[in-house]
C-alpha cells in the first residue's frame, strides 16, 4: 500500500489538496460565523460535496473508459441507480412528516392511490440494507449487461451506443408513473438521515467528509487494480484484446469484474450526491448527463485516474461559475471545449502536463536502440542452448 | 489494500467460472495434432477444403503456400478464432479444439504468434513477457499480483535468450521491427506452450537475424511442437525437415523440401510461377 | 317484477314524448336564448332550450348550435347576451358584432356531455333538412348519425327521406341506413330483423356493439344468430382493417425513422465517423422551414416545397463546414469523432437558441398535407402520414441511385473500402469525404424538412431521434442502406404494434431492450458489412 502510494506522487497530491480545501471548509464553518472572511456556508459546502461525487464518478469511468477501452455512454445510469436506493431510504425516513402523513407510503404513491408498498421498496427503510443495494443494484446490473455485452464480444463504437440505449430505456422507464420510483419528480423532500436532519450545516459537513473519504477510496481501490496485474491485462485487452484472448486469458471475466466494480463506484457516488442535493429524478439518466461525465474525464486526461478527478471538478466548477455568470454562453463554452479537446488535447490536461516530461525522455530513448541491435544476435545462439536445456527438464 | 466490493460471494464466483480445470493434452500416441476433413467457407467461397493435418509430437513442421491458400484461416481454426463448417481438430486424444474458445486453447498449451508482431506498445518489454507468463490466468489471481522466483527466473530466461535484457525497462513502442518479431517469439515461450503456431517470423528480418531465428526454432525443436508458415523459401529450406504444401484450402503434397520440390504438382501451382 | 318493468318502460317513453314535444309548450325563442346565457340555468332546462332553438328559424340558431357544441360559446355577465369564439375574436351570436368589453366578463357556456351529444345530432340534423347545402354535405351528415338517432328522430328522417327520394337517391339510400340503425332498437323483433337486413351489407364500425348485443340479450333466436353472422362479419372485418391501420402507422413511423437515420449510415457507415450533431442537422433543416414560410407567408406549401432542395442545401454545407474544420483530424478514431461532434451539436443548439430563442417555432402544415382518403368506414389513408412514407421512399432510392451510379458513389465505396488503395488510384479522398459527410449531412437536412410536419420545431428537434437513429442504424448494420431501411420499417412497425399492447413508453422500453439484445447476438446488425478489413 505504502509503496503505491510512493509511486502515485501526482494522485496523491490532487487528493491532497482536496482533503486540505475540504479541512478548511470544516473548520470553517465550525469556528466562524456567517459574516467572517473565513466562514463557509452550507451551499458551498454542497457545492463542494457535490463536485466530490462528480469526481468518484469520473475516477469509475476512468477505470472502464481509460484502462479497459470501454467508453460507456450510459455510465452516469450507476449513478442514477445509485442514487434512487438512496432516494428510497431517505423517503422511508420521512414517515408520517409527509404532505399526506402516511407512515409507510410516499406521498407520491397516495396521489396514485396505491395501498400498499412495492415489494422492491420493502426493507430500503433499514439502512445497512439499502446500503447494500447501492453497490449491489448497480453492480448486478453492469454485471447482467456486461455479460452478454463482452460475450457476444460487442466492442468499441457499438458498445458506446447500446450503453447509451441502456441509460435511455432506463430514463424512459423511470419517467413512468407506474414504475414506483415517483415518475417524473423522482424522488424528494427529504428530511434526515440515520436520524440526522439533512440541512442541518453538521450532516452536511459530515456528507462532505464522506464523499471526500469515498472519493480517496475509489481512487484507491482503482489505483490498486490499475497497477496490479490486472491493470496490466485490463491494459493489454484495450490495446489489443484479440492478442490478449490468444495469451490464455478469459477476457469476458476481466472486463466484467472491472466493468462491475466500476458501476458499484459509480452507484457509491450517486448515494452520496442525493442526500446533499436533496432530489433525485429519471433526469440523471439522460443520455447527455453520461456524455458530460465522459467529457470530464477527457478534459482531465485519460488513463490517469486523477486527470478524471480534476476534469470533474474543473468543467463542474466552470458550469457553475459560467451558468451564474452568462447562463447563454455555458452550452457555448461547453461544447467548444469538447472539440478543442478533443483535437488539440486527446490526453487532456494531465496529457499536457506530462507532454513536456515526455519529450526529454524521447530524446534518451534514440541513442539506446541502435546500440542493443547488435547484442540481440550475439546472445542468441549461447542462449538458445541453455533455454533448450532448460525446457527439456 | 483489500477491495472491499469484492464480497466472498464474487470471488468464488469468479474463482469458479474464470480459472478452469488444467487441460494437458494426451499425447500417447505420438501425435499432438489432428485436423481431419475441416472445410470452412465464407461467403461461399471455401478458404478451407477438407484439410488433414496431422502432427507429431515434437516435430517441426514448415507450412508453405501461396496467397490465399487458407493459411491463415487454418491458423485461425486452430486456435480457436474461426469456427469451421465441417471436420474435426484435436489437440492430443483428448482436447477437442473445437469445443474450446482462443483462451482456454492458449491454456490448454497452443501458443500463435501472428504474421503482424502485436506487442503491446505502452508496456516495457518486461511486461509484456510477465503478462504472458504461463501459470493461473484469473482476474482474482491477477488481481492478488505478484510472482514466483521461479516465473521471474523465466523470464529472465527468456529475456536473454531473445537478447532484449538492454531493453527491458524499454516500452514496445520504441523497438524495431526485428525486435518486435523477437519479443513476440519469447512472449511465445513464455507461455510454456506444447504446441507453437508461428506465423511469418522473419518478416522484416536482416538476413543475420533471420540466421539466428532459425537457430532459436531449432533448438526448440524437440521439446516443443512448432508449425511454421513463411513465405521465404530460403529460411523455410534452412529449418525445414518435413514440409506441407497448402493449395487452394487442400494439402497438395507432404514431404522433405526436396521431395516437395520436385512433385509436378507443387511445382505447377507454386513453385513454377515464382522460382525462389 | 314484471309490473315494474311495465311501469319503467311506460316512464320511459313518457319521457321520450316530454323531450320531444317539449318545444310544443312553452318558450319561445327568444326564452331559449335567455336560459342558455343564464348561469342558473339546470342542464336539462339549456337541452329543453337549444331543442327550442333548433326547431326555431332564427338565422343565427346554426352557428350557435355550432359554437355550442365545440364549446366555442360564451356569455356576458354583464348583459347576458352570447357571443362565438372564433380567430380570437367574440362575435355577438345575434348582431355578429365584436365584443369590446373586458375578457373577464365573458364566460363559457357550461354544457354536459349529453347535451354535447344532443347538439351534436341537432347539427347533423339541421344540415340534412338544409336543402341548399350539397348533396355530399347532406350525405356526409347521414352518414355521421348511423346508429346515434334514437327511434323517435327517425321519424323525423323519414319525413326527410321520402321528399329526397326521387331528386337524391344516394341521399335517401343513407338515410335508409340511419333509420334501420335506429329500428335495431325496436320493439318489434320484425322490425329490428328487417333493419338487420337493410344494415348488413353497411360495413360500419360504429353498430359493432349494437350486433353484438342483439346477438346476445335479443328474445328472438333467429334475430340473435342473424345479429352472431353480422357481428362476425363486422369483427373481423374491423380487426384485419385495425391490422392493416397498424401497418399503416408503422410504415410511416418507420419511414420517419429511416429518414432520420439514413444520413448517418452514410456518415458512421461508409465513413466511419460517429455523428453526434447529426440530430442537429435535422434541427437545421426543420429551422429551413420555418425560415421560408416566413419568407413566403402567403404560400406556406410552395415554402415547404421549396424548403425540400433549401434544407439540403443548408445542412449539406453545414456539414462540409463541420466535416472541414473537425472531423477531418479525427479519421480512424471513432471515439473521438464522437466526443467532438457532440462538441458541435452543443454548439448548434445553442446557436438556434441564440438566433431564433428557445422556444418552439410554430411551422404551418399546408392543406394538401391534411386531410385523409377514406377507404372506408374502418380505415383511412391520412395524407401526412402518406406523404411521408412517398418523401421517404424517393429520398431513399435517390440516395441509392447516387451510390450506385455516380462518379461520387463510385468513390465513396472505393474510401469506405479501402482508403489507401483509393487513394492510389486517384481517388481525392479529401474531397470524397467532404462531399460524402456533406451528402449524409444534408440528407439529415431532409429528414427536418419532414419532421417539422410531425413535431415541434425547437432546439431539441434532433436529441429526440439521434438515440433512435443510431439504433436503427446499428441494428441495420452500419454502412448498409438496405439494412437501414429494413431496420427502420421494423423498428417503426414493432413500434406501434407494440403501442396499443403495452403503452406508448413500456412499448418503447422493450423495443430497446430488444435492439439491445438483437445488437449483442448480432453485433454486426442485420446485413453486416463484408469483407476482410471489417473482423476486429
Known amino acids: 500500500m505504502l509503496e503505491l502510494l510512493k509511486r502515485d506522487k501526482k494522485g496523491c497530491s490532487v487528493l491532497g489538496v482536496i482533503w486540505f480545501f475540504v479541512l478548511l471548509m470544516i473548520l470553517g464553518n465550525t469556528f466562524f460565523e456567517d459574516g467572517n472572511l473565513f466562514y463557509v456556508g452550507a451551499n458551498s459546502i454542497t457545492l463542494v460535496g457535490k463536485y466530490l461525487c462528480y469526481a468518484l464518478l469520473a475516477v469509475s469511468l476512468d477505470l472502464i473508459w481509460g484502462y479497459l477501452g470501454i467508453l460507456s455512454l450510459g455510465h452516469a445510469a450507476f449513478f442514477g441507480l445509485g442514487g434512487y436506493v438512496m432516494g428510497m431510504y431517505l423517503m422511508r425516513q420521512i414517515g408520517t412528516r409527509g404532505v399526506y402523513g402516511d407512515p409507510l407510503l410516499p406521498d407520491f404513491m397516495i396521489f396514485l392511490n396505491w395501498d400498499s408498498l412495492p415489494w422492491y421498496w420493502l426493507g430500503v427503510n433499514h439502512f445497512w440494507f439499502a446500503a447494500l443495494l447501492i453497490v449491489l443494484v448497480p453492480g448486478i446490473l453492469a454485471f447482467i449487461f456486461g455479460y452478454f455485452a463482452f460475450k457476444s464480444r460487442v ?44 440541512s442541518s450545516d453538521s450532516t452536511r459537513l459530515t456528507l462532505l467528509f464522506l464523499s471526500a473519504l469515498f472519493l480517496t477510496i475509489g481512487y484507491f481501490i482503482c489505483r490498486k487494480i490499475v497497477s496490479s496485474r490486472l491493470g496490466k491485462v485490463a491494459t493489454a485487452i484495450r490495446d489489443a484484446e484479440m492478442r490478449t484472448r490468444f495469451m490464455g486469458y478469459h477476457v469476458v471475466w476481466f472486463k466484467l469484474a472491472i466493468f462491475t466494480v466500476a458501476a458499484m463506484l459509480a452507484g457509491i457516488a450517486g448515494a452520496l450526491y442525493v442526500p446533499q442535493v436533496g432530489i433525485i429524478n429519471p433526469s440523471e439518466f439522460n443520455p447527455i448527463c453520461s456524455i458530460e461525465l465522459v467529457i470530464w474525464v477527457a478534459v482531465g486526461g485519460r488513463a490517469s485516474l486523477y486527470g478524471a478527478i480534476v476534469g470533474a471538478i474543473l468543467i463542474n466548477y466552470a458550469k457553475t461559475l459560467f451558468t451564474g455568470l452568462f447562463p447563454e454562453g455555458w452550452l457555448y463554452a461547453l461544447g467548444l471545449i469538447f472539440i478543442l479537446v478533443t483535437i488539440f488535447f486527446p490526453k487532456g490536461i494531465i496529457g499536457v502536463l506530462e507532454a513536456i516530461d515526455l519529450k526529454k525522455f524521447q530524446k534518451s530513448q534514440e541513442t539506446l536502440t541502435a546500440s542493443v541491435e547488435n547484442q540481440v544476435v550475439e546472445n542468441t545462439t549461447a542462449l538458445a542452448s541453455s533455454m533448450l536445456e532448460k525446457s527439456k527438464e | 489494500m483489500e477491495k472491499p466490493h469484492f464480497s466472498g460471494f464474487a470471488k468464488k464466483f469468479l474463482k469458479k467460472h474464470v480459472s478452469h480445470h488444467e487441460l494437458a493434452p494426451d499425447d500417447s500416441h505420438g501425435m499432438l495434432l489432428y485436423v481431419e476433413g475441416v472445410t470452412k467457407s465464407f461467403d461461399g467461397f471455401k478458404a478451407i477444403n477438407d484439410l488433414n493435418l496431422y502432427i507429431q509430437e515434437g516435430e517441426l513442421r514448415c507450412i508453405i503456400g501461396p496467397n490465399g491458400a487458407g493459411k491463415s484461416t487454418m491458423m485461425d481454426i486452430i486456435t480457436g478464432k474461426t469456427k469451421p463448417d465441417a471436420g474435426s481438430a484435436w489437440f492430443g486424444q483428448n482436447i477437442n479444439l473445437l469445443e474450446l474458445d482462443e483462451p482456454s486453447i492458449a491454456q490448454a498449451g497452443i501458443g500463435r504468434k501472428f504474421q503482424k508482431p502485436t506487442v ?157 | ?149 334514437s327511434i323517435s328522430d327517425a321519424s323525423r328522417l323519414q319525413f326527410i327521406r321520402d321528399t329526397s327520394i326521387s331528386d337524391f337517391p344516394e341521399l335517401a339510400e343513407n338515410l335508409d341506413y340511419v333509420i334501420a340503425s335506429a329500428d335495431l332498437n325496436s320493439q318489434e323483433p320484425k322490425i329490428r330483423n328487417g333493419a338487420m337486413r337493410i344494415l348488413a351489407n353497411l360495413n360500419s364500425p360504429i353498430l359493432i356493439q349494437k350486433f353484438e348485443d342483439i346477438a346476445k340479450n335479443d328474445s328472438d333466436i333467429s334475430n340473435r344468430v342473424y345479429a352472431e353472422k353480422i357481428y362476425k362479419n363486422l369483427s373481423s372485418t374491423q380487426s384485419f382493417y385495425s391490422g392493416v391501420e397498424t401497418l399503416y402507422f408503422g410504415i410511416s413511423l418507420g419511414s420517419v425513422l429511416v429518414l432520420a437515420a439514413i444520413g448517418l449510415t452514410i456518415t458512421f457507415g461508409v465513413m466511419g465517423v460517429i455523428n453526434m450533431a447529426h440530430g ?80 418552439n417555432k410554430n411551422v404551418v402544415i399546408p392543406d394538401f398535407l391534411s386531410g385523409a382518403i377514406k377507404i372506408n368506414d374502418f380505415f383511412s389513408i391520412t395524407y401526412s402520414r402518406f406523404y411521408i412514407i412517398i418523401f421517404c421512399l424517393a429520398v431513399f432510392f435517390a440516395l441509392r441511385h447516387i451510390l450506385k451510379h455516380s462518379r461520387l458513389g463510385l468513390e465513396v465505396r472505393a474510401v469506405s473500402q479501402n482508403r489507401a488503395m483509393a487513394r492510389n488510384m486517384g481517388v481525392r479522398s479529401e474531397r470524397v469525404n467532404a462531399l460524402t459527410f456533406g451528402l449524409g449531412s444534408g440528407i439529415a437536412g431532409l429528414a427536418g424538412v419532414a419532421l417539422s410536419q410531425l413535431t415541434n420545431v425547437g432546439p431539441n428537434l434532433g436529441q429526440n431521434y439521434i438515440v433512435d437513429s443510431f439504433l436503427v442504424v446499428v441494428f441495420g448494420g452500419s454502412g448498409n442502406i438496405w439494412g437501414t431501411m429494413v431496420a427502420g420499417m421494423t423498428l417503426g412497425i414493432a413500434n406501434k404494434v407494440l403501442e396499443p399492447v403495452a403503452g406508448a413508453m413500456l412499448g418503447k422500453i422493450l423495443i430497446l431492450i430488444g435492439v439491445i439484445i438483437f445488437i449483442q447476438r448480432r453485433p454486426r446488425g442485420l446485413f453486416p458489412q463484408r469483407g476482410r478489413n471489417v473482423e476486429d
Open chain 1, 155 to 198: 466492442s468499441g463504437v457499438y458498445l458506446s451506443i447500446i450503453t447509451q440505449a441502456l441509460t435511455f430505456a432506463l430514463a424512459l422507464a423511470f419517467y413512468r408513473n407506474e414504475m414506483g420510483f415517483g415518475g417524473n419528480n423522482g424522488l424528494t423532500d427529504f428530511k434526515d438521515i440515520l436520524g440526522f436532519s439533512l
Open chain 2, 120 to 276: 503491446f506498445e505502452n508496456m516495457t518489454v518486461d511486461e509484456n513477457l510477465e503478462l504472458a507468463m504461463s501459470g493461473p490466468k484469473t482476474v482474482w489471481t491477477t488481481f492478488k499480483g505478484g510472482f514466483t522466483s521461479e516465473q521471474i527466473d523465466m523470464r529472465d530466461h527468456v529475456l536473454e535468450l531473445i537478447g532484449l535484457k538492454a531493453l527491458r525497462n524499454k516500452n514496445g513502442q520504441v523497438l524495431s521491427h526485428g525486435q518486435k518479431q523477437w519479443l513476440e517469439l519469447g512472449m511465445l515461450l513464455m507461455q510454456k506452450p506444447r504446441l507453437l503456431l508461428v506465423d511469418e517470423p522473419v518478416t522484416g528480418m536482416t538476413r543475420q537475424e533471420m540466421d539466428k531465428t532459425a537457430e532459436l526454432l531449432l533448438s526448440l525443436e524437440g521439446s516443443h511442437t512448432i508449425i511454421v508458415v513463411e513465405h521465404d523459401m530460403d529460411f523455410v529450406r534452412s529449418i525445414a525437415r518435413k514440409v506441407t504444401v497448402l493449395h487452394q484450402g487442400h494439402v497438395l503434397a507432404e514431404g522433405s523440401m526436396d521431395q516437395v520440390q520436385s512433385n509436378p504438382e507443387v511445382v505447377e501451382v507454386y513453385l513454377g510461377t515464382s522460382q525462389c
Open chain 3, 1 to 149: 317484477m314484471i309490473l315494474i318493468k311495465v311501469i319503467y318502460k311506460a316512464l320511459f317513453t313518457l319521457s321520450l314524448f316530454l323531450m320531444l314535444s317539449s318545444s310544443a309548450f312553452a318558450l319561445t325563442s327568444d326564452e331559449a336564448y335567455a336560459v342558455i346565457s343564464n348561469k342558473q340555468s339546470s342542464f336539462d332546462a339549456k337541452l329543453e332550450a337549444f331543442y327550442t332553438l333548433s326547431d326555431s328559424s332564427e338565422k343565427y340558431v346554426p352557428v350557435l348550435i355550432d359554437a355550442a357544441k365545440n364549446s366555442n360559446l360564451y356569455y356576458s355577465r354583464k348583459d347576458s347576451e352570447l357571443y362565438v369564439l372564433a380567430n380570437g375574436n367574440y362575435f355577438n351570436v345575434k348582431t355578429s358584432k365584436v365584443f369590446s368589453g373586458k375578457k373577464r366578463d365573458l364566460k363559457r357556456v357550461a354544457i354536459n356531455n349529453q347535451i354535447r351529444e344532443s347538439l351534436a345530432l341537432l347539427s347533423e340534423m339541421k344540415t340534412l333538412e338544409d336543402k341548399t347545402l350539397s348533396e355530399d354535405a347532406r350525405i356526409e351528415s347521414a352518414h355521421n348519425l348511423i346508429g346515434k338517432v
Open chain 3, 280 to 359: 442537429e442537422l435535422m434541427m437545421i433543416g426543420a429551422y429551413t422551414v420555418y425560415v421560408m414560410q416566413q419568407a413566403l407567408p402567403n404560400n406556406p406549401g410552395l415554402a415547404l416545397l421549396l424548403s425540400i432542395p433549401m434544407a439540403f442545401l443548408v445542412s449539406g454545407l453545414t456539414g462540409i463546414i463541420i466535416e472541414r474544420t473537425v472531423i477531418r483530424y479525427l479519421y480512424g478514431r471513432p471515439l473521438e469523432t464522437l466526443l467532438a461532434t457532440f462538441g458541435i451539436s452543443l454548439l448548434l443548439q445553442q446557436g438556434v437558441r441564440t438566433i431564433f430563442t428557445a422556444l
